[in-house]
């Protein structure tokens, strides 16, 4: 059976529903809300570098780079995140280069050992400076953490604290304290202004347990984005870490080659040096002695060279006799070869019979070639009478190696002399020849003869001649093939080919 509630059951529930509303509940525009514990970030900086080391000291320009307002949203950190990381330098470990070698004892350096060292110097100073800045960047993320985590353990809190109160306004509202039974709906009067306002009290109660726990995913959410761009940048710093101390690892051993390649060269280059300076003496002291010799073995030089008897001749007596290295003998027949009239002795420097060859001839007068790179004047003449056997001599020929005369041979040795003292020269040749008392080029030979004059410093010259630059010894085979066809020729009762005139060969 209901009971219809009279006027003082009203007013006595109504009592009981204030007084447990004002036990439990309290106003936000009456109670002063709670101020969320805020750390000092600078103060929190300068507590944790005071009482523990640092790894890196912090120094006035770290500590002004230290932002005044720290910012709450995860977004600002992913920014900063991104703009930190590229600013680490990468660098990548120096390679050894094949490097030219100037000389063939010791390599040259890349470029000079003072600047590369200070290269070297500079790239470690500027790693340590990244390593510094990484450090810093690392602490002030441990402490934004350590924030976020006190911020979430005080949200947390006071969300239980929420709870708990909404769970004792709940028990409150439904009567599970007081009786099991479903307690009597209280009245709402609109016109009472205490009802009025409790149930805005109710409602913005609702509303800010709403906001916290907004509040309370959001910190939720900001906490592990921070954990996680926290594990990024410890995987990040420990990668960079070892990036950087494998490069000024492998930065401090080029240092040290560089160093130890510098004084081996700067040695070298001393050993270089003095070893110039003796060559150079030993060169001149070489120059000197062997054109000594070559002046008591005397500056005019007679070599008798005998010429073999030819076939049309076997069986007549033969003329000259070898007696010595040094002495011929002449003898004079009669026509019929019968009586001897005359012997006539020849002393001369040195003698080459019938048995000598080209190679013997040369090697007498190899010598002379030194000589002459030595910044002699030297001049080989072969002289006598036609059939003798100069051209032969000269020249020889030029399609067989055992057969060729001094001046094929003289040009051979001209070039490997040169090659073997890496000296730089410049060769030319000029082919002259003296017919019917007319002097002809015979490298450009032309109808109107050269004329010879004498100049007070250079002496009997011919000027307007032709010079022919040449660089290794086909070249001047060339020219002499050349200088061969235009000589003036005849045949006599010795030689087919038998030359008519004088000729001069200048290099």
């Not at 640092?54 to 910012?71: G, K, L, M, Q, S």
């Not at 080459?352 to 030595?374: G, K, M, N, R, Y």
């Amino acid at each position: 059976m209901y009971r219809i509630p009279s006027t003082d059951d009203k007013k006595r529930d109504r009592s009981l529903s204030m007084s447990l509303s004002s036990s439990s509940y309290v106003s936000p525009q009456r109670r002063q809300p709670k101020k969320k514990p805020m750390l000092d970030r600078r103060s929190t900086l300068l507590d944790l570098s005071t009482s523990q080391s640092p790894r890196f000291p912090f120094d006035a320009a770290a500590a002004a780079a230290v932002d005044n307002d720290y910012p709450e949203t995860p977004e600002y950190f992913r920014q900063q995140r991104n703009k930190r990381i590229p600013t680490v330098p990468r660098v990548s470990p120096l390679h050894a280069k094949a490097m030219p070698s100037s000389s063939s004892s010791a390599p040259s350096p890349l470029f000079k050992a003072a600047d590369q060292q200070s290269f070297l110097q500079s790239r470690v100073h500027s790693l340590t400076q990244a390593l510094i800045k990484s450090n810093q960047h690392h602490k002030r993320t441990q402490e934004h953490l350590t924030w976020a985590l006190e911020e979430h353990a005080m949200v947390q809190l006071e969300k239980q604290q929420l709870q708990a109160q909404l769970s004792r306004v709940m028990a409150l509202q439904h009567g599970k304290e007081l009786d099991r039974a479903p307690p009597p709906m209280p009245s709402f009067d609109e016109n009472d202004d205490s009802d009025v306002d409790m149930m805005q009290d109710i409602q913005g109660d609702d509303r800010a347990t709403e906001q916290s726990v907004g509040m309370i995913q959001s910190t939720a959410a900001l906490a592990q984005h921070l954990r996680q761009d926290n594990d990024a940048l410890k995987a990040a710093f420990s990668s960079h870490v070892m990036e950087m101390q494998r490069a000024m690892t492998q930065m401090t051993i080029s240092l040290h080659q560089a160093q130890a390649r510098n004084t081996l060269l700067a040695h070298s280059d001393a050993d270089v040096a003095a070893l110039r300076a003796t060559c150079a003496s030993l060169h001149a002291d070489r120059k000197r002695l062997h054109n000594t010799i070559q002046e008591l073995r005397g500056n005019i030089r007679v070599y008798c060279r005998v010429r073999p008897v030819l076939k049309l001749q076997h069986g007549a007596c033969a003329a000259i006799r070898v007696e010595s290295d040094t002495r011929v003998v002449v003898t004079q027949h009669s026509p019929n070869g019968s009586t001897v009239s005359q012997d006539t002795v020849f002393d001369v420097d040195k003698v080459f019979d019938q048995h000598h060859s080209q190679h013997d001839v040369f090697t007498e007068v190899q010598p002379l070639i030194t000589s002459a790179l030595d910044g002699y004047n030297v001049c080989v003449l072969a002289y006598g009478q036609t059939g003798s056997g100069k051209t032969h001599t000269m020249l020889g020929s030029l399609e067989s190696d055992v057969d060729r005369g001094l001046s094929p041979r003289v040009f051979g040795q001209v070039f490997a002399q040169c090659h073997d003292n890496q000296s730089d020269i410049e060769m030319h040749l000029s082919v002259l020849e003296v017919y019917n008392e007319k002097v002809m080029d015979l490298v450009h030979p032309s109808p109107v003869p050269l004329d010879v004059r004498v100049d007070k410093k250079l002496g009997v010259t011919v000027p307007h001649r032709t010079w022919v630059a040449v660089s290794s010894v086909d070249e001047c085979m060339l020219v002499m093939e050349k200088a061969l066809r235009h000589r003036a020729v005849a045949s006599n009762d010795l030689n087919a080919t038998s030359s008519r005139s004088h000729w001069y060969f200048y290099y």
